[in-house]
């Protein structure tokens, strides 16, 4: 398909009516294309049973069309006030006919290929607001064009709320796109299935987000979601045949993962914070007892491997398992989240004797952290004041999280043979940073330079 769509364009840039017959052929080539990919490589089936037995499947290719057909059917089934169940032929008759008023999106037969995207498309998902009850929620974005490349996309899982945030970036290589498709699914913890919130289309207006953020709050039912989008037009390279893999993000420099994700506080650190934070506040000894090793290995083998089967066993695990990944992850990391050189100015710092200087002089050292150490330890702490803020049911002090976690942060730039005093040092930094009272808030992802968009 590639292949027919570059020679497509080649022959139409020419103008000259010599080559009408190749473009017809072309088009005709790329059509059957598109319309193969459209039978035969559904994401989505939808299964439909009637009392008499009959049934029927129906292949969808996203998860927009799904739920566009799911509220079709129920809407037929609804209208009709026979006590006589519908019979299923006469429900998705119905539906057919009503979809049949619709071609095929098939792009090779656009017409209007001007207001065609073709490049690198950004979308910043950040929050949403109005799910009616509390759950764990992601977004699903789906773009058109051609399928040379990953046309949809998701959000990881958000912590258990009613107002998610996921500040989570999401980058296609688009040929051809007109539309963004966005749909929110919710989890609940009294059952697995996926409910759908709301759905929404948004047209790409390249004017708007041309090498610029553009900030929009976009209405998907009862539920608000804000994301920002970004076009940078460029010419594409051939898609590749081999699956992408995901880098590793264990015994790799934090920078160097936060990079990847585009993030300021990995993905990793979120998803366990966020975990823990769900089912764990009240768990008698989290981050002292320790979980299964063999479910913390299986989840340093997930991250490493796969983040959406990661987050998925999350969620299935002991909380201590969660907990223990999350040390591990730390303890595992090639240069310490504390930079070693801060090492003598910290344990300097604990030698101050007024309490205002000293807590001055270690938020001062903390603000020369790099970014994504800076963020991703001050994620961390306010996490832990809120375990120790729990300290009657879980019996982990400030003191307690500051013995098991200080070792794994903070690591002098040589060891000694005598490490009692080092031990001292690593705790007690950790213990006031958790004490102070201006700690500042961390920031998930860099500041985008964007412009308010009204919707």
Same mark, same amino acid.
């Given at each position: 398909?590639?292949?027919?769509?570059?020679?497509?364009?080649?022959?139409?840039?020419?103008?000259?009516?010599?080559?009408?017959? @190749?473009?017809?052929?072309?088009?005709?080539?790329?059509?059957?294309?598109?319309?193969?990919?459209?039978?035969?490589?559904?994401?989505?089936?939808?299964?439909?049973?009637?009392?008499?037995?009959?049934?029927?499947?129906?292949?969808?290719?996203?998860?927009?069309?799904?739920?566009?057909?799911?509220?079709?059917?129920?809407?037929?089934?609804?209208?009709?006030?026979?006590?006589?169940?519908?019979?299923?032929?006469?429900?998705?008759?119905?539906? %057919?006919?009503?979809?049949?008023?619709?071609?095929?999106?098939?792009?090779?037969?656009?017409?209007?290929?001007?207001?065609?995207?073709?490049?690198?498309?950004?979308?910043?998902?950040?929050?949403?607001?109005?799910?009616?009850?509390?759950?764990?929620?992601?977004?699903?974005?789906? $773009?058109?064009?051609?399928?040379?490349?990953?046309?949809?996309?998701?959000?990881?899982?958000?912590?258990?709320?009613?107002?998610?945030?996921?500040?989570?970036?999401?980058?296609?290589?688009?040929?051809?796109?007109?539309?963004?498709?966005?749909?929110?699914?919710?989890?609940?913890?009294?059952?697995?299935?996926?409910? &759908?919130? *709301?759905?929404?289309?948004?047209?790409?207006?390249?004017?708007?987000?041309?090498?610029?953020?553009?900030? $929009?709050?976009?209405?998907?039912?009862?539920?608000?979601?804000?994301?920002?989008?970004?076009?940078?037009?460029?010419?594409?390279?051939? #898609?590749? /045949?081999?699956?992408?893999?995901?880098?590793?993000? +264990?015994?790799?420099?934090?920078?160097?993962?936060?990079?990847?994700?585009? $993030?300021?506080?990995?993905? %990793?650190?979120?998803?366990?914070?966020?975990?823990?934070?769900?089912?764990?506040? =009240?768990?008698? *000894? &989290?981050?002292? %007892?320790?979980?299964?090793?063999?479910?913390?290995?299986?989840?340093?083998?997930?991250?490493? /491997? =796969?983040?959406?089967?990661?987050?998925?066993?999350?969620?299935?695990?002991?909380? =201590?398992?969660?907990? *223990?990944?999350?040390?591990?992850?730390?303890?595992?990391?090639? !240069? #310490?989240?504390?930079?070693?050189?801060?090492?003598?100015?910290?344990?300097?710092?604990?030698? %101050?004797?007024?309490?205002?200087?000293?807590?001055?002089?270690?938020?001062?050292?903390?603000?020369?952290?790099?970014?994504?150490?800076?963020?991703?330890?001050?994620?961390?702490?306010?996490?832990?004041?809120?375990? @120790?803020?729990?300290?009657?049911?879980?019996?982990?002090?400030?003191?307690?999280?500051?013995?098991? +976690?200080?070792?794994?942060?903070?690591? #002098?730039?040589?060891?000694?043979?005598?490490?009692?005093?080092?031990?001292?040092?690593?705790?007690?930094?950790?213990?006031?940073?958790?004490?102070?009272?201006?700690?500042?808030?961390?920031?998930?992802?860099?500041?985008?330079?964007?412009?308010? !968009?009204?919707?």
């Amino acid at each position: 398909m590639y292949q027919l769509n570059q020679a497509l364009q080649q022959h139409t840039k020419g103008g000259k009516v010599s080559v009408s017959r @190749a473009v017809d052929r072309l088009r005709r080539k790329l059509e059957e294309c598109e319309i193969w990919l459209l039978t035969n490589t559904p994401s989505f089936t939808l299964d439909l049973h009637s009392t008499s037995g009959k049934s029927h499947t129906i292949r969808l290719f996203s998860l927009y069309d799904l739920n566009e057909w799911k509220e079709a059917i129920e809407k037929q089934s609804g209208n009709c006030i026979e006590t006589v169940p519908p019979d299923l032929l006469s429900v998705t008759g119905s539906c %057919i006919k009503l979809r049949m008023t619709q071609q095929p999106p098939l792009h090779c037969v656009q017409s209007n290929e001007s207001t065609h995207i073709c490049g690198s498309l950004y979308v910043m998902v950040h929050s949403a607001c109005g799910l009616k009850n509390l759950s764990s929620a992601y977004v699903c974005v789906e $773009v058109d064009g051609f399928e040379f490349y990953d046309r949809r996309k998701q959000t990881c899982l958000s912590a258990f709320c009613a107002t998610p945030q996921w500040d989570e970036e999401l980058v296609f290589q688009v040929d051809g796109a007109q539309q963004l498709f966005l749909v929110i699914v919710s989890q609940y913890e009294n059952g697995t299935q996926d409910d &759908i919130e *709301g759905r929404a289309i948004i047209n790409l207006d390249t004017e708007n987000m041309l090498k610029k953020w553009k900030k $929009v709050t976009c209405s998907l039912g009862q539920v608000d979601v804000t994301l920002s989008i970004k076009y940078m037009p460029h010419p594409l390279e051939p #898609p590749s /045949t081999t699956p992408l893999v995901q880098e590793p993000v +264990f015994c790799v420099p934090i920078g160097q993962v936060a990079m990847q994700e585009s $993030v300021l506080v990995p993905h %990793i650190v979120r998803s366990c914070v966020e975990e823990v934070e769900r089912r764990g506040l =009240n768990e008698e *000894g &989290i981050y002292r %007892i320790s979980g299964a090793s063999s479910e913390i290995q299986a989840l340093r083998h997930a991250f490493n /491997t =796969n983040y959406r089967e990661a987050v998925s066993k999350l969620r299935t695990v002991d909380v =201590n398992a969660v907990s *223990g990944t999350l040390k591990l992850y730390f303890r595992e990391l090639p !240069l #310490p989240l504390i930079p070693s050189e801060r090492f003598k100015e910290l344990a300097d710092a604990l030698d %101050i004797a007024d309490p205002y200087l000293r807590a001055d002089s270690m938020l001062t050292l903390l603000q020369a952290l790099p970014d994504v150490n800076r963020n991703t330890l001050l994620f961390l702490l306010h996490h832990l004041r809120r375990v @120790a803020e729990r300290k009657e049911e879980n019996k982990m002090s400030v003191s307690n999280l500051a013995t098991v +976690f200080g070792p794994s942060l903070l690591r #002098p730039p040589v060891a000694r043979v005598d490490i009692s005093q080092e031990v001292v040092v690593q705790v007690q930094v950790i213990f006031l940073y958790l004490q102070c009272q201006n700690l500042p808030e961390a920031l998930l992802t860099k500041h985008l330079d964007i412009d308010e !968009l009204e919707t």
